[in-house]
């Protein structure tokens, strides 16, 4: 599904922000990759969302090669993964509902089908009675949940999630995860980046660990 072969990826002279990484994400994982602020985390999750693309290496997502790929196929390749972040990236001026609707309207979904489509993302992250609050009127765990409906709606193969827990109390933290074993239970692949090493332990014994851009073990 997603395979990083050797990959180095620069942004400036003589010194590499990653070195050197392979890695697989196959149907079903729930993968940790985790390391301290500024290892390559969220430069590899770019990697394979084709926001950047490697010096040297190759990145396979979804049939799309790194070395390949076409500026006009990265929003199709897109669509077929989900994407949250550590600050949700909600759209202010939606509500939940509308936030979450907003993703599939942009692949050309409405009516009806579009709605059972947003309601049942909603159900599944346990948001659904705030369907018509903004944002700013929810908790941050609450946001992130609603984050997750929204890149769960179209059906992605993985989700990417770059620091979900980052902006959000332990509490709320855990009930994340929870939702996100949830997900990955129903046959969707996770690769989570995070900081927090003894949280990824608690929860999956299949982690990948950065250190200065280089992958390490333990
Ligand atoms: P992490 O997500 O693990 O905190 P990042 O992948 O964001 O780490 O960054 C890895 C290293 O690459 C850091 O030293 C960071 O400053 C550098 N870096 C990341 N993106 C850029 C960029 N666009 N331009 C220059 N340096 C960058
Ligand atoms: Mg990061």
New binding site residues.
């Given amino acids: 599904m997603v395979e990083i072969r050797n990959v180095k990826k620069s ?2 002279k003589d010194w590499y ?1 990653l070195n050197d990484i392979s890695l697989s994400v196959d149907k079903g994982d729930f993968v940790f990759l985790t ?10 999750l770019r990697l394979i969302y084709m926001d950047i693309f490697p010096d040297e290496g190759e990145v396979a997502v979804a049939g799309f090669l790194s070395s390949t790929i076409k500026k006009h196929e990265i929003p199709l390749l897109r669509r077929r993964i989900g994407i949250i972040f550590q600050d949700f990236k909600l759209l202010r001026n939606k509500t939940v509902y509308e936030n979450v609707a907003f993703a599939l309207e942009v692949t050309g979904e409405s009516g009806r089908k579009m709605k059972e489509k947003v309601m049942k993302a909603l159900a599944l992250v346990g948001l659904s009675h705030k369907r018509n609050e903004f944002p700013y009127r929810i908790s941050g765990g609450e946001q992130q949940k609603a984050a997750i409906a929204r890149a769960l709606v179209r059906e992605p193969f993985i989700l990417l999630a ?1 620091e979900p827990t980052g902006n959000i109390d332990p509490e709320g933290s855990m009930e994340i995860v929870r939702i996100l074993q949830d997900i990955n239970t129903s046959g969707t692949a996770i690769l989570m ?1 995070t ?1 927090d090493v003894e949280l990824a332990k608690r929860v999956s014994n299949n982690s990948v660990h ?1 250190e200065e ?1 280089r992958m390490v073990e333990g």
């Fill in positions: 942004f400036r922000a390391g301290p602020t500024g290892s390559g985390k969220s430069t590899l770059d980046a900081h950065l851009g």
